[in-house]
């Protein structure tokens, strides 16, 4: 008899919190099988997928498993991954072959298939790193004339508006806007394309991510086109659009993960400032509380009514209005010492599980409270998922995922204990002594990625807190996946 579930996952790309997080999420339960290709595969920072590979793997892994679930990010079929969508020359009609190609294979698999795909986004930056190579010159006025044409779509009557788009518009080579709208159109058609696929029974759930979005733009007008084709077409159930992107695929595998419990999983949300769920976080646009929703929605999570009545309880440590950004070294509040000793008495005296997603800022965690938490030694055994990286969307469903997996696991008596305390200690890790304190230090000394440097300044850091998980960081591995210093990737022997 078959125990283990199997689960596909095919990602968005091969950075860690698309790979080796997913990976710890299922491996908290003992009863779960990730199967996923091998990730010199996937798609990187300037080199797409190995699609033809890829197709070769999953064929074989489908003929040789029983398999449950499947969870795909598209962009990696369409474009070789999330970052090529960006930049991938690839005719409409070349990505529909492949696409066709895919549908093929896991119409095989017979079983569940939840997939994700990607709104474009629109960096308000002159950094061309994920971008078209025109983006370190154009990158702002384009983000702009974004912002001005959907304003002016809206308000046509706004002769200001107008007079400013027309004049963005002319610093703009008209080869370059040319290049850059061709391939959202491209994309958006790919995005409406799959919206065939639940109404074939091809796909189970879909899921369109926003990333790193504002409230006015052509990616918004974008996402509103593909709600409205959604709800003419009655999918609500079956699709949605979500503000985030690198947090999907581990909210996917746990939407699987609960799938296979079979029974509802009820949580009530806490916010740690009187106004958090009404804060519209950096990089999105809508408040936390709407994006709360659609996160419950992907996880098919419901949201208790109160402590009582839940299952658990989802903790969102907020800012009091803005977020700061460790990333960008922008700072806008001080630390909030009530906010943190709201969020720490809560977990201490909590008799029910917690989740905590520190939200406070962008790109990183709360320094403060991260050192509450372990100034408090019984914090720790309470805490079911923690995130506090890069976007409120990546931290939210990163931390649901990772709490949901394991209270699943502990119902079943399937807890894998030493896996749940390692991923805890690299999340703590990357997202408080690398995001918020070391990477900091680092770029301030050295202009490129050095893991010399990395080395000496994280692994000080990470021993204040490895005595709580019992790992000794000299059996701990540090490098930089993408050979930048954006993100970091932790290992433990």
Known sequence: MRNKQNIVVIPADSRPVNYTLVQEIGSINKNINLLLPPRELLGGLKIPANTEKIFDWLEKTISQNKIDNMVCALDTIAYGGLIPSRWCDDSEQTIL???????????????????????????????????????????????????????????????????????????????????????????????????????????????????????????????????????????????????????????????????????????????????????????????????????FEILNLKQAESKEEADMLFLLHTPQKSQNDFALQEFFEP??????????????????????????????????????????????????????????????????????????????????????????????SDDWAYQSIARQEIRSQASEADEVLLYKKLIPIMDEIASYFSINTNRVILSYPWDRTFEVEINIL
Not at 364 to 392: H, M, P
Request: hydrophobic share 35%; net charge positive.
């Open 97 to 295: 072959s492949r696409l066709k190609k895919f549908k093929q294979i896991i119409e095989q698999a017979n079983c569940s298939i939840f997939a994700f795909s990607s709104v474009m986004r629109i960096a308000n930056s002159n950094i061309n790193e994920e971008e078209k190579p025109y983006w370190d010159k154009y990158g702002k006025l384009i983000f702009e004339y974004s912002c001005l044409k959907h304003k002016f779509t809206l308000n046509p009557d706004k002769p200001r508006i107008n007079e400013r788009l027309k004049a963005v518009k002319t610093q703009i080579p008209i080869n370059i806007l040319d290049d850059y709208l061709q391939t959202r159109r491209r994309n958006f058609s790919i995005n409406m394309t799959y919206l065939d696929w639940p109404e074939d029974d091809v796909l189970d759930f879909l899921v369109y991510g926003k990333d790193d979005t504002a409230p006015s733009g052509l990616n918004v007008m974008e996402a509103q086109n593909l709600q409205e084709k959604i709800t003419a077409k009655n999918l609500d159930k079956k699709a949605v659009l979500h503000t985030g992107s690198d947090e999907v695929i581990s909210m996917l595998v746990s939407r699987a993960i609960i799938r296979a419990y079979s029974r509802e999983i009820s949580v009530f949300p806490i916010y740690s400032t009187p106004d958090g769920g009404n804060i519209v976080p950096g990089y999105e646009d809508r408040p936390l509380h709407k994006s709360l929703k659609t996160h």
């Open 335 to 428: 630390e909030n010492p009530r906010a943190i000793d709201f969020c720490v008495e809560l977990i201490k005296n909590s008799d029910k599980p917690v989740i905590l997603a520190d939200v406070c800022n962008a790109n990183g965690s709360d320094k403060l409270l991260v050192k509450e938490i372990f100034r408090q030694n019984n914090c720790l055994k309470n805490i079911y998922g923690y995130a506090g990286w890069n976007t409120a969307s990546n931290s939210i469903g990163s931390a649901l995922s990772i709490g949901i997996s394991r209270y699943i696991a502990e119902k079943q008596n399937n807890l894998c204990q030493k896996t749940y305390s390692q991923l805890l200690f690299v999340r703590f």
